[in-house]
């Protein structure tokens, strides 16, 4: 079982930069792969990034790539999500995920955050 915690969140400017962490707890932790998502108002939860947790490979959604960058702490157990040169449409709650397998599938994901909220103004 795991359980994941994500902080971080706030309000930043147009372009500017913010560090999202996901805190996961629980002894089977080391055996998932990890994910970031995203959910604005009204629309779809999508796929933002992920991470094996080994670290030896990530992916990234075509609307991040070159932004943001997933890593992880592996003596902290936690995930991270840098976010660079934000937009305004990057404006979401941000959720962390664990699955058993790295996917861009939200419905692969077997554990999930309780979010945390991005606001980037223009």
């Known amino acids: 079982q795991v359980q994941l915690v994500e902080s971080g969140g706030g309000l930043v400017q147009a372009g500017g930069s913010l560090r999202l962490s996901c805190a996961a707890s629980g002894r089977t932790f080391s055996n998932y792969a990890m994910g970031w998502f995203r959910q604005a108002p009204g629309k779809e939860r999508e796929f933002v990034a992920d991470?094996?947790?080994?670290?030896?490979?990530?992916y990234y959604a075509d609307s991040v790539k070159g932004r943001f960058t997933i890593a992880r702490d592996n003596a902290k157990n936690t995930v991270y999500l840098q976010m660079n040169s934000l937009k305004p449409e990057d404006t979401a709650v941000y959720f962390c995920a664990a699955a058993l397998v790295a996917n861009i599938s939200p419905a692969m994901y077997d554990y999930w955050g309780q979010g945390t909220q991005v606001t980037v103004s223009s």
């Open positions: 991470i094996s947790w080994t670290g030896r490979s990530t």
